[in-house]
């Protein structure tokens, strides 16, 4: 794997850690902003809080990556493989219960 690739490994396992520290923190702050029945002085504040917090807190910056290349697009989650890896590796009969289809 490229210092590229493994650089997006890591950058995108950061984010996922990020994401879990800030979850309970960032669920709140979003519930609060979307209830009405709170003065909008309170409402604002938390929408101030939600901003603050960093973005790459946020599930939606998060890639579900190869493991084997840091391919970041046709990624199998069950086997968080890309699918040229998965390919390569079924052909080679390394997978167990993977085999070629034929009918």
Known sequence: MSVCRENA???DNHRRLLAEKFELRRNLYKALCK???LP???REENRYKLSKLPRNS???RIR???IF???GRAVYETFRMSRLVFRALANK???NGVKKASW
């Open 69 to 71: 290349s840091g391919r």
């Open 9 to 11: 490994n890591i950058r």
């Open 64 to 66: 579900n990556r190869c």
């Open 93 to 95: 009969g390394m997978l």
């Open 40 to 42: 909008d002085s309170l």
């Open 58 to 60: 946020s599930f939606t």
């Open 35 to 37: 209830d009405t029945s």
